[in-house]
Antibody, heavy 130, light 107 residues
Protein backbone atom coordinates (compact mmCIF):
# COMPACT_ATOMS: atom_id res chain seq x y z
CA UNK A 1 0.00 0.00 0.00
CA UNK A 2 1.30 3.43 -0.92
CA UNK A 3 1.55 5.41 2.30
CA UNK A 4 3.04 8.48 3.94
CA UNK A 5 3.20 8.76 7.73
CA UNK A 6 4.15 12.04 9.43
CA UNK A 7 5.46 12.42 12.95
CA UNK A 8 7.19 14.97 15.15
CA UNK A 9 4.45 17.49 15.76
CA UNK A 10 3.72 18.93 19.18
CA UNK A 11 3.46 21.99 21.36
CA UNK A 12 6.39 24.42 21.27
CA UNK A 13 6.96 27.94 22.53
CA UNK A 14 7.49 30.85 20.14
CA UNK A 15 11.12 30.90 19.03
CA UNK A 16 11.46 27.17 19.53
CA UNK A 17 12.26 24.36 17.10
CA UNK A 18 10.68 21.14 15.88
CA UNK A 19 11.67 18.52 13.34
CA UNK A 20 8.91 16.84 11.37
CA UNK A 21 9.44 13.48 9.69
CA UNK A 22 7.55 11.75 6.93
CA UNK A 23 8.14 8.08 6.23
CA UNK A 24 7.16 6.70 2.84
CA UNK A 25 6.27 3.13 1.93
CA UNK A 26 4.80 1.22 -0.98
CA UNK A 27 6.57 3.18 -3.72
CA UNK A 28 10.09 4.11 -4.84
CA UNK A 29 10.55 7.22 -2.72
CA UNK A 30 13.76 8.30 -4.48
CA UNK A 31 11.88 8.75 -7.78
CA UNK A 32 9.58 11.53 -6.58
CA UNK A 33 9.47 15.22 -5.77
CA UNK A 34 7.95 15.68 -2.31
CA UNK A 35 6.14 18.61 -0.68
CA UNK A 36 5.02 19.83 2.72
CA UNK A 37 1.62 21.54 2.90
CA UNK A 38 0.12 23.08 6.02
CA UNK A 39 -3.33 24.07 7.16
CA UNK A 40 -3.89 26.51 10.01
CA UNK A 41 -6.98 25.91 12.17
CA UNK A 42 -10.10 26.75 10.16
CA UNK A 43 -8.05 27.97 7.20
CA UNK A 44 -7.15 26.78 3.72
CA UNK A 45 -4.19 24.83 2.40
CA UNK A 46 -0.79 26.52 2.15
CA UNK A 47 2.10 24.98 0.26
CA UNK A 48 5.24 25.25 2.42
CA UNK A 49 8.17 23.69 0.57
CA UNK A 50 9.24 21.01 -1.88
CA UNK A 51 12.35 19.04 -2.77
CA UNK A 52 13.50 17.14 -5.81
CA UNK A 53 14.45 13.48 -5.99
CA UNK A 54 18.06 13.74 -4.82
CA UNK A 55 17.61 16.72 -2.50
CA UNK A 56 19.63 19.14 -4.63
CA UNK A 57 16.70 21.49 -5.39
CA UNK A 58 14.47 22.95 -2.69
CA UNK A 59 11.87 25.71 -2.74
CA UNK A 60 10.12 27.47 0.14
CA UNK A 61 7.18 29.80 0.60
CA UNK A 62 8.45 33.27 1.55
CA UNK A 63 7.01 33.13 5.07
CA UNK A 64 9.29 30.23 6.10
CA UNK A 65 12.48 31.03 4.14
CA UNK A 66 15.49 31.15 6.40
CA UNK A 67 13.60 29.42 9.25
CA UNK A 68 12.58 26.04 7.80
CA UNK A 69 14.90 23.53 6.12
CA UNK A 70 13.70 20.63 4.01
CA UNK A 71 15.77 17.50 3.55
CA UNK A 72 15.38 13.87 2.63
CA UNK A 73 17.13 10.54 3.21
CA UNK A 74 16.34 8.23 0.32
CA UNK A 75 18.02 5.27 2.03
CA UNK A 76 15.51 5.63 4.87
CA UNK A 77 12.57 6.59 2.60
CA UNK A 78 12.14 9.68 4.72
CA UNK A 79 11.44 13.38 4.35
CA UNK A 80 12.24 15.93 7.05
CA UNK A 81 11.22 19.48 7.84
CA UNK A 82 13.42 21.26 10.36
CA UNK A 83 11.47 24.22 11.73
CA UNK A 84 13.37 26.88 13.69
CA UNK A 85 12.35 30.27 15.11
CA UNK A 86 8.76 29.12 15.22
CA UNK A 87 6.01 31.71 15.34
CA UNK A 88 2.41 31.56 16.53
CA UNK A 89 1.32 31.82 12.89
CA UNK A 90 3.14 28.53 12.11
CA UNK A 91 0.46 26.70 14.11
CA UNK A 92 -1.11 24.22 11.69
CA UNK A 93 -1.57 20.64 10.63
CA UNK A 94 1.43 19.76 8.47
CA UNK A 95 0.99 17.26 5.66
CA UNK A 96 3.67 15.66 3.55
CA UNK A 97 2.61 14.84 0.01
CA UNK A 98 3.99 13.12 -3.05
CA UNK A 99 3.99 15.18 -6.21
CA UNK A 100 2.17 13.42 -9.01
CA UNK A 101 4.38 12.61 -11.94
CA UNK A 102 3.29 11.66 -15.41
CA UNK A 103 4.81 11.32 -18.86
CA UNK A 104 4.36 14.13 -21.34
CA UNK A 105 4.52 12.99 -24.94
CA UNK A 106 6.34 15.65 -26.90
CA UNK A 107 7.44 15.95 -30.51
CA UNK A 108 11.00 14.98 -29.62
CA UNK A 109 10.21 12.28 -27.07
CA UNK A 110 8.82 12.00 -23.58
CA UNK A 111 9.38 14.09 -20.46
CA UNK A 112 8.50 13.45 -16.84
CA UNK A 113 6.33 16.29 -15.57
CA UNK A 114 4.62 17.10 -12.28
CA UNK A 115 1.15 18.38 -11.55
CA UNK A 116 -0.74 17.98 -8.31
CA UNK A 117 -0.09 15.86 -5.24
CA UNK A 118 -1.48 12.35 -5.36
CA UNK A 119 -0.48 10.78 -2.06
CA UNK A 120 -0.87 12.53 1.32
CA UNK A 121 -0.08 11.63 4.88
CA UNK A 122 -2.57 11.92 7.71
CA UNK A 123 -0.95 15.11 9.00
CA UNK A 124 0.88 16.06 12.18
CA UNK A 125 -0.19 18.98 14.35
CA UNK A 126 2.20 21.76 15.29
CA UNK A 127 1.07 24.23 17.95
CA UNK A 128 3.19 27.28 18.71
CA UNK A 129 2.05 28.93 21.90
CA UNK A 130 3.41 30.29 25.14
CA UNK B 1 4.63 34.53 -7.31
CA UNK B 2 1.50 33.22 -8.97
CA UNK B 3 -1.70 33.87 -7.02
CA UNK B 4 -4.76 31.63 -7.30
CA UNK B 5 -8.26 33.00 -6.68
CA UNK B 6 -11.33 30.79 -6.37
CA UNK B 7 -14.98 31.77 -6.61
CA UNK B 8 -17.36 31.57 -4.98
CA UNK B 9 -16.12 31.04 -1.42
CA UNK B 10 -19.27 29.11 -0.53
CA UNK B 11 -21.89 27.32 -2.61
CA UNK B 12 -25.22 26.23 -1.13
CA UNK B 13 -26.57 23.44 -3.30
CA UNK B 14 -28.83 20.41 -3.31
CA UNK B 15 -28.19 16.78 -4.20
CA UNK B 16 -28.49 16.37 -7.95
CA UNK B 17 -27.47 19.97 -8.74
CA UNK B 18 -24.80 20.81 -11.28
CA UNK B 19 -21.95 22.59 -9.51
CA UNK B 20 -19.35 24.88 -11.07
CA UNK B 21 -16.34 26.26 -9.21
CA UNK B 22 -13.97 28.78 -10.78
CA UNK B 23 -10.25 29.29 -10.28
CA UNK B 24 -8.28 32.18 -11.72
CA UNK B 25 -4.48 32.46 -11.91
CA UNK B 26 -2.71 35.82 -11.67
CA UNK B 27 -0.71 34.93 -14.78
CA UNK B 28 -0.87 32.24 -17.43
CA UNK B 29 -0.17 28.76 -16.08
CA UNK B 30 -1.00 26.81 -19.24
CA UNK B 31 -2.71 23.62 -18.07
CA UNK B 32 -0.63 23.24 -14.91
CA UNK B 33 -3.59 23.07 -12.55
CA UNK B 34 -4.87 20.50 -10.08
CA UNK B 35 -8.13 20.24 -8.12
CA UNK B 36 -8.59 18.66 -4.69
CA UNK B 37 -11.45 17.70 -2.40
CA UNK B 38 -11.05 17.94 1.37
CA UNK B 39 -13.43 16.72 4.04
CA UNK B 40 -13.26 17.76 7.72
CA UNK B 41 -10.31 16.25 9.56
CA UNK B 42 -8.98 14.51 6.45
CA UNK B 43 -6.12 15.07 4.06
CA UNK B 44 -6.93 16.51 0.64
CA UNK B 45 -7.69 14.12 -2.21
CA UNK B 46 -6.49 14.76 -5.75
CA UNK B 47 -9.41 14.86 -8.19
CA UNK B 48 -7.99 16.32 -11.41
CA UNK B 49 -4.53 17.17 -12.70
CA UNK B 50 -3.27 18.90 -15.81
CA UNK B 51 -6.50 20.95 -15.71
CA UNK B 52 -8.74 18.22 -17.14
CA UNK B 53 -7.29 14.75 -16.49
CA UNK B 54 -9.30 12.74 -14.00
CA UNK B 55 -7.22 11.03 -11.32
CA UNK B 56 -7.64 7.27 -11.19
CA UNK B 57 -10.64 6.18 -9.14
CA UNK B 58 -12.37 9.57 -9.17
CA UNK B 59 -16.01 9.42 -10.32
CA UNK B 60 -16.72 10.66 -13.83
CA UNK B 61 -19.22 13.25 -12.55
CA UNK B 62 -16.14 15.38 -11.79
CA UNK B 63 -14.57 17.23 -14.70
CA UNK B 64 -12.12 20.06 -15.17
CA UNK B 65 -11.61 22.56 -17.96
CA UNK B 66 -9.71 25.69 -18.84
CA UNK B 67 -6.22 26.85 -19.65
CA UNK B 68 -4.14 29.97 -19.28
CA UNK B 69 -5.68 31.89 -16.39
CA UNK B 70 -9.28 30.64 -16.17
CA UNK B 71 -10.25 27.18 -14.93
CA UNK B 72 -13.42 25.40 -13.88
CA UNK B 73 -14.26 22.35 -11.81
CA UNK B 74 -17.69 20.90 -12.58
CA UNK B 75 -19.66 18.30 -10.69
CA UNK B 76 -22.38 17.17 -13.07
CA UNK B 77 -24.83 15.86 -10.47
CA UNK B 78 -23.91 16.47 -6.85
CA UNK B 79 -23.98 13.42 -4.60
CA UNK B 80 -24.21 13.38 -0.78
CA UNK B 81 -20.54 12.39 -0.56
CA UNK B 82 -19.49 15.52 -2.48
CA UNK B 83 -20.21 18.06 0.28
CA UNK B 84 -16.68 19.23 1.04
CA UNK B 85 -14.17 22.02 0.41
CA UNK B 86 -12.53 22.17 -3.01
CA UNK B 87 -9.13 23.70 -3.76
CA UNK B 88 -7.24 24.48 -6.93
CA UNK B 89 -3.43 24.51 -7.04
CA UNK B 90 -0.97 25.39 -9.78
CA UNK B 91 2.25 23.62 -10.73
CA UNK B 92 3.49 26.15 -13.30
CA UNK B 93 6.45 27.03 -11.10
CA UNK B 94 8.10 25.18 -8.25
CA UNK B 95 6.19 27.44 -5.79
CA UNK B 96 2.91 25.50 -5.70
CA UNK B 97 0.21 27.97 -4.62
CA UNK B 98 -3.30 26.89 -3.62
CA UNK B 99 -6.54 28.79 -4.05
CA UNK B 100 -8.37 29.80 -0.88
CA UNK B 101 -10.98 27.07 -1.23
CA UNK B 102 -14.68 26.76 -2.09
CA UNK B 103 -17.01 25.17 0.43
CA UNK B 104 -19.89 23.19 -1.06
CA UNK B 105 -22.62 23.00 1.55
CA UNK B 106 -26.15 21.69 1.77
CA UNK B 107 -28.83 24.23 0.88
Amino acid sequence: EVQLVESGGGLVQPGGSLRLSCEASGFTFSNYWMSWVRQAPGKGLEWVANINQDGSDKYYVDSVKGRFTLSRDNARNSLYLQMNSLRVEDTAVYYCAREKQFLEYLLYGTKTSYCGMDVWGQGTTVTVSS
Amino acid sequence: DIQMTQSPSTLSVSVGDRVTISCRASQSIGSWLAWYQQKPGKAPKLLIYRASTLESGVPSRFSGSGSGTEFTLTISSLQPDDFAIYYCQHSKSYFRTFGQGTKVEIK
